[in-house]
T-cell receptor, first 115, second 114 residues
Framework: AQKITQTQPGMFVQEKEAVTLDCTYDTSDQSYGLFWYKQPSSGEMIFLIYQGSYDEQNATEGRYSLNFQKARKSANLVISASQLGDSAMYFC????????????FGSGTRLQVQP | DADVTQTPRNRITKTGKRIMLECSQT?????MYWYRQDPGLGLRLIYYSFDVKDINKGEISDGYSVSRQAQAKFSLSLESAIPNQTALYFCATSDFTGTTGELFFGEGSRLTVL
């Protein structure tokens, strides 16, 4: 079974600073994918970034980067130069690449960016 | 128009009523999903379908049923709604052919059961 743990229910960050949102996962699969989604107050789910378990480089997408530490089973999201529009819920998710699997989500972290 | 469309967007119903949430997509994806979001619990998988003849239960399927009427349509039914089914429901699609397989979500259907 897959499990995602996000231990930070809420985080605050000052505008223009960097912030790290924690995510740990548990799986017995060797090949899997890790995802981060953003949910603003309007409610839609926005895909941010993906990391494959065999990718040697950490994924980056603009101001988002994924700090992937496979041995520690962690996939933390780093947002650089925070903006007010980054205030949202952030969800970590994973999916095994083998078998008939769907994404499993963590409980989320609410990020508030302060001016 | 949105690629993944959910109807209704908001619904208030009473305990015991039957309710259907509908989802249609124009992305051409084979895989469709229904998730439920509750505060503090994240998104939990209700049902998923990898093609029209392939329906699978997720972790919280009790009290729900689904129908995959066509590749583009996947509906979720609550046969006899109860208050603890009050939640935000998301339909999503994915394409697992040579891509990351990320989910594309609809805008959500907020259901309140009184």
């Amino acid at each position: 079974a897959q499990k995602i743990t996000q231990t930070q229910p809420g985080m605050f960050v000052q505008e223009k600073e960097a912030v790290t949102l924690d995510c740990t996962y548990d799986t017995s699969d060797q090949s899997y994918g890790l995802f981060w989604y953003k949910q603003p107050s309007s409610g839609e789910m926005i895909f941010l970034i993906y990391q494959g378990s065999y990718d040697e480089q950490n994924a980056t997408e603009g101001r988002y980067s994924l700090n992937f530490q496979k041995a520690r089973k962690s996939a933390n999201l780093v947002i650089s130069a925070s903006q007010l529009g980054d205030s949202a819920m952030y969800f970590c998710a994973m999916r095994a690449d083998t078998g008939r699997r769907a994404l499993t989500f963590g409980s989320g972290t609410r990020l508030q960016v302060q001016p | 128009d949105a690629d993944v469309t959910q109807t209704p967007r908001n619904r208030i119903t009473k305990t015991g009523k039957r309710i259907m949430l509908e989802c249609s997509q124009t992305k051409g994806h084979d895989r469709m999903y229904w998730y439920r979001q509750d505060p503090g619990l994240g998104l939990r998988l209700i049902y998923y379908s990898f093609d029209v003849k392939d329906i699978n239960k997720g972790e919280i399927s009790d009290g729900y049923s689904v129908s995959r009427q066509a590749q583009a349509k996947f509906s979720l039914s609550l046969e006899s709604a109860i208050p603890n089914q009050t939640a935000l429901y998301f339909c999503a699609t994915s394409d697992f052919t040579g891509t990351t397989g990320e989910l594309f979500f609809g805008e959500g259907s907020r259901l309140t059961v009184l």
